[in-house]
Nanobody
């Protein structure tokens, strides 16, 4: 089981980025995927997730209305469209799934939002 996040970079406040979480080693459409982030000096937080069966989505208040999570099971990828980015969105972003009772984390991607 492997997850790989990509798409991070440097963007100005108000800008947009799209992150990708590529999955391998398991059937993506059978599992929920969560996006987490860890800002400097802060604990890692989950801010969005998408369910497996019906692709229900959930967002933390801090990103609701600005971020959109989606999945493409054919491409085995979960996306995170981030709009109206703020400096406080600066963090390392990573994706996660629970597979057979064990948590798997992908290597994160750094998002830096300049003011």
């Amino acid at each position: 089981v492997q997850l790989q996040a990509s798409g991070g970079g440097l963007v100005q406040a108000g800008g947009s980025l799209r992150l990708s979480c590529a999955a391998s080693g398991f059937t993506l459409n059978d599992y929920a995927i969560g996006w987490f982030r860890q800002a400097p000096g802060k604990e890692r937080e989950v801010f969005s997730c998408i369910s497996s069966s019906d692709s229900r989505t959930h967002y933390a208040d801090s990103v609701k209305g600005r971020f959109t999570i989606s999945r493409d099971n054919v491409r085995r990828t979960v996306y995170l469209q981030m709009n109206s980015l703020k400096p406080e969105d600066t963090a390392i972003y990573s994706c996660n799934t629970e597979y057979h009772g064990r948590n798997y984390w992908g290597q994160g991607t750094l998002v830096t939002v300049s003011s």
